[in-house]
């Protein structure tokens, strides 16, 4: 088995024409190890964005190719790639995660509903006792507070075992308490189920949570760091000018 | 201000194309409906002025009576005319119905449904003083001249493609069958038909034969000797004439035609029209849903403005501009489109046999203003509300996520003002149909008024009763259809107020269609019950193609030589006439035109009643009476009522029996010995005839047809082939009006499309949201689709449970006119399209079909959304 849980090879992402032409990735080849929470870091258009939407297979690359385990998305079409990221891949963005018309415990599965994949009951009812969510599975989004509703939306990542979780920002909305809880529900999924998380971030105090930093500036990776604390982050950061 | 208006229509341009699109709709229904009748009328108008023109003087009679054969002058009495000062030569004619014009293979000329043929005297005037007349003159051939020759217009010579010197033949009802010889062929005016009637020619000794009026006149023409003052000839000729002749100038003649041809022209505009304004009705829900939607979806943007300074004035303002130009320019279009609909219409209806006479398009003042006002207007006022709404809208909201939604307190108080205003409605529906008006507005306006409230109850609380429903239909769905099922039913539940709003613009329309298809299913059970249970005989005698007119006759051979058959047990025959009855009653006098039945003295056996009391069999100067009718009249037995005859006069009857049972709805009979001295007239409407032991009905008419075949102008009808003719007749109405209803249902289905496209824009986000986390493009489509499907067949409920509660009520009131039987048609009542149409189960279904259909727009654009750009979006 690969150790592998996805990785970019010397991806670039062009967007725009001429005078509007941006380059958000630059020949980047990144790799996000099986098992292990990893951070990506970086100021505001450094590409950490662009690189989980390309890596989701949410958009195409203009040059370079991207694999989920061993499977190159580029030779994907659009409805392998709907597949592929309800079974292999998990999201969390920073906020409106939930379908606001299904409760908590449909929310969670929907991936599998979609795929039309059994509930396998074990896992499920560990995922939301793990994520502390387990009381407020019959509550509608709107019933939820903010930490709640995110770790709904962790569980829902969680539930069909994907290969890889992208999480992008998902604290930001969240008060510090109901962060460093969120965060270390996260911690926990990759300790005790193995589970990989890619977290896109520019929270110090979140990316200490991780195994290990990418940094990224101008659409390239410009560092990295294992084993964090945000006194080493925000040192590092300091030392990279952000 | 007005460039913030513009600039939100044209920022939006599907919605504006959709709410222009209903506008454009019901406009162009109206506008076509003015513009096609008012060029009918313009035609005719052409050609009553080309009818009189050269006549002075034009000589008629006038009658009591609507339905009747008019009444005639005696040729002595006309001679006199002669001898009037002033008057230089009087030119006498006579007219009719009663004859039936053979193809060359023996068949009956029929161009489909229309008016009966006309009968006319025509002479050669040339050289007299009616040279230059308009009217009917031969353009080919010469005129008719003795027993033995007809002339035809040149409708009927095309249509059987007839020639002059063909030998020809007309069946007249009263004489039998005429071998002739075609004379010539008529033109009308400068070389037209008569608004697509129908005409048969003879002279006028041979006219007065064949319609079996000697001696008899129906008027004429006179021209006055030059100076003389046509005031004083019209007063001099009125002295000499019996009261019953009307002498006018020609002029005023033709404007009193032309005039009568507008009236009745303007109930057919105000039957078409009406559709055009159902659709315009319909059309203001989905405008009123659309602005609603519109507003909540601008909170952050109005409030801004609000924030900026405008004025909650202003901010309605802005929304009611942007209403009304949008009204402006779907009207503008929709006189366009109507303009189109009645060029269409010209072509269209000659092509399926329809004649009517034609000329350029007239397009009245009315036409535009009416157009445009109420375009404008509906839109105006739709907007309303929503613009009353956005300008309560607070400069907080700008700062806010969300709009809080309905509160529980509410719902208590909807269903409170719902269900006061739904006993209004049914006080006055009730009262319309049951109650006694008195000297009040009429019954219609109580019943108009009573399904306008009933509606707008049902449309307070449909709110209430859309998540339940659509939680239902919904569950339905998932059952089949998974993920996007439950998806689609939670979204149709989570705005119960938009479901409903949404769904009432279906249901106002499809509780038309369920109505219509109520009554036609109710007057279908009606018959079968009639011809099923209640009449005793095996086959029935009628006259063949007469269209509806149930006083048409046949000869007596014709049951003559029935009751020669040696398969005929017994038969009755039934003579028809209208009669004016007159009942002294308590409250006043009252008088109606019905249909006096000439009984023989076995009727009763042949439709036996449910029950009667007194005697089923009138003698000389006897009455027997349906229950329902007697009720009305306030009559009793062992009264005296009177009859009036249009050709006898007044009768004095006494009332000896009262029958009931739907067999005898509507009938009033006297003798046969009565009816025939009373009309002049041997001859029968109906013959009921009784098969021998053993024969079948089929059997029957197989042996009568060729005994009968000379009289083409009757036909031998088994019980089913009653039921079949009916169920066509029922089906051609229940097309029309499902025809012209569809135009509503369509407008009602884009309020769906509009509320689901802008649903999809509203909930960018969640799909994106959905689509990240694996819903794939089909299925977010399915998604739509579904919610649009169920939302039509919520509003499509609604509809058919108002309709078929309309059309119980109707069916109720008009039990007296022999409705005995309510029928809910919810399957097809056969295989055919109306049959399949009729059913209300049908309608459900398609509506549901149709909110897919007109879902896939918006399914397409949400399937569309590109999952990055959804998930930025707000």
Known sequence: MNSTAARAEGVTKVYGWGDTRVTALDDMSVAFARGEFTAVMGPSGSGKSTLMHCMAGLDSVTEGSVFIGDQDLSTLSDRQLTKLRRERIGFIFQAYNLVPTLSASENITLPLDLAGTKVDQSWFDSVVETLGVADRLKHRPTELSGGQQQRVAAARAMVSRPDLIFADEPSGNLDSKASADLLAFLRSAVKDHAQTIVMVTHDANAAGYSDRIVFLADGRVVDSMEGPTPERVLDRLKSLEY | ?874
């Open chain 2, 1 to 874: 201000m007005l460039r913030v208006s513009l600039k939100g229509v044209w920022a939006h341009k599907v919605r504006l194309v959709l709410t222009a699109l209903a506008i454009i709709l019901g406009v162009g229904l109206i506008s076509g409906v003015y513009v096609y009748t008012d060029t009918i009328g313009k035609a005719f108008d052409g050609i009553f002025a080309d009818a009189y023109s050269g006549i002075d003087i034009a000589i008629g009679t006038e009658s009591a009576f609507s339905f009747g054969e008019g009444t005639y002058l005696d040729e002595a009495d006309f001679a006199l005319i002669d001898d009037v000062p002033g008057v230089e030569e009087a030119y006498p004619y006579l007219q009719g119905i009663g004859v039936t014009v053979l193809d060359a293979e023996g068949e009956v000329l029929s161009s489909g449904p229309g008016p009966p043929t006309f009968v006319s005297s025509l002479s050669d005037l040339e050289g007299s003083a009616y040279d230059d007349t308009g009217g009917f003159t031969i353009a080919e051939g010469a005129y008719p001249v003795g027993s033995g020759q007809v002339a035809f217009d040149r409708g009927v010579a095309d249509l059987g493609g007839f020639e002059v010197g063909d030998r020809v033949t007309v069946i007249s009802d009263l004489v039998g069958r005429l071998d002739l010889e075609l004379a010539g062929i008529a033109v009308f005016g400068e070389g037209g038909g008569l608004g697509g009637t129908k005409w048969v020619f003879f002279d006028l000794p041979t006219a007065q034969s064949v319609l079996q009026r000697p001696g008899q006149l129906s008027g004429g023409a006179v021209q006055v000797t030059p100076g003389a003052q046509i005031d004083d000839v019209v007063a001099g000729i009125q002295a000499v004439l019996p009261e019953h002749a009307t002498v006018v100038s020609g002029q005023d003649a033709a404007e009193e035609e032309a005039a009568e041809i507008q009236a009745a022209l303007s109930f057919f505009t105000i039957f078409l029209s009406v559709f055009g304004w159902v659709a315009l009705f319909v059309g203001s829900f989905l405008i009123y849903n659309t602005f609603r939607i519109v507003v909540s979806q601008r909170t952050r943007e109005l409030a801004l403005l609000r924030a900026l300074g405008a004025g909650a004035r202003q901010i309605r303002g802005i929304v009611l501009l942007e209403a009304v130009t949008i009204g402006l320019i779907g009207a503008v279009l929709g006189l366009g489109f109507g303009i189109m609909l009645a060029f269409g219409l010209q072509l269209i209806l000659p092509a399926v046999g329809i004649e009517l006479p034609t000329a350029t398009l007239s397009i009245k003042p009315r036409t535009v203003i009416v157009g445009l006002a109420a375009g404008t207007l509906i839109t105006f006022f739709s907007a309303l509300i929503p613009a009353r709404r956005a300008s309560k809208v607070s400069v907080m909201a700008a700062l806010r996520e969300d709009a809080a939604g309905p509160t529980r307190g509410g719902f208590l108080r909807r269903a409170l003002v719902g269900a006061v205003i739904l006993v209004l409605g049914l006080g006055g529906l009730f009262f319309g149909l049951f109650g006694d008006t008195g000297s009040g507005p009429s019954p219609i306006v109580y019943v108009g008024v009573g399904v306008g409230v009933i509606f707008l109850a049902v449309f307070v609380l449909s709110p209430l009763a859309a998540g339940p429903v659509t939680n239902l239909l919904g569950t339905v769905l998932e059952r089949f259809t998974g993920t996007s099922g439950r998806l689609a039913r939670r979204n149709a539940m989570r705005s119960p107020r938009r479901t409903a709003a949404t769904a009432a613009a279906v249901t106002i329309s499809i509780t038309l269609v369920a109505l219509a298809s109520t009554l036609t299913g109710s007057i279908r059970g009606t018959l079968d019950e009639v011809l099923a249970n209640n009449v005793d005989a095996e086959v029935v005698v009628l006259p063949a193609g007469q269209f509806g007119d149930p006083s048409a006759a046949f000869a007596p051979e014709v049951a003559e030589r029935m009751e020669g058959m040696d398969l005929v047990a017994d038969l009755t025959r039934i003579g028809i006439s209208w009669g004016l009855l007159t009942v002294e009653t308590p409250t006043g006098t009252l008088t109606d035109e019905i249909l006096i039945t000439g009984a023989e003295p076995n009727l009763a056996g042949f439709i036996p009643p449910d029950g009667f009391r007194g005697s089923l069999d009138p003698g000389p100067g006897e009455v027997v009476i349906e229950a329902a009718i007697a009720d009305d009249y306030e009559i009793a037995l062992g009264d005296s009522l009177v009859i009036e005859f249009e050709q006898s006069g007044e009768r004095p009857f006494t009332l000896v029996g009262i029958a009931e049972g739907p067999a005898w709805a509507g009938i009033v009979a006297v003798p046969a010995t009565d009816l025939i001295s009373a009309t002049g007239r041997d001859q029968h409407s109906q013959v009921y005839v009784q098969a021998v032991e053993g024969v079948t009905p089929d059997e029957l008419k197989a042996a009568a047809e060729p005994i009968l075949a000379d009289f083409p102008n009757v036909a031998v009808q088994t019980f089913e082939d009653a039921q079949s003719e009916a169920e066509a007749q029922l089906n051609g109405l229940l097309n029309f009006i499902l025809a012209l209803l569809a135009l509503a249902v369509v407008i009602g289905m884009l309020g769906v499309t509009n509320t689901m496209a802008l649903a999809v824009f509203e909930r960018t986000r969640e799909i994106g949201l959905l689509r990240a986390v694996g819903l794939d493009r089909r299925t977010t489509r399915r998604m739509v689709r579904a919610e649009a499907s169920i939302v039509s067949v919520f509003g499509a409920l609604m509809g058919i449970g108002l309709g078929i509660f309309f059309g119980w009520a109707l069916i109720k009131a008009l039990e007296d006119l022999g409705f005995a039987v309510f029928v809910i048609p919810w399957l097809p009542s056969s295989a055919s399209v109306a049959g399949v149409l009729g059913s209300l189960l049908f309608w459900l279904l398609a509506t549901g079909i149709l909110g897919i259909l007109f879902a896939v727009y918006p399914a397409w654009r949400a399937a569309r959304l590109k999952v990055i750009e959804a998930i930025a979006h707000l």
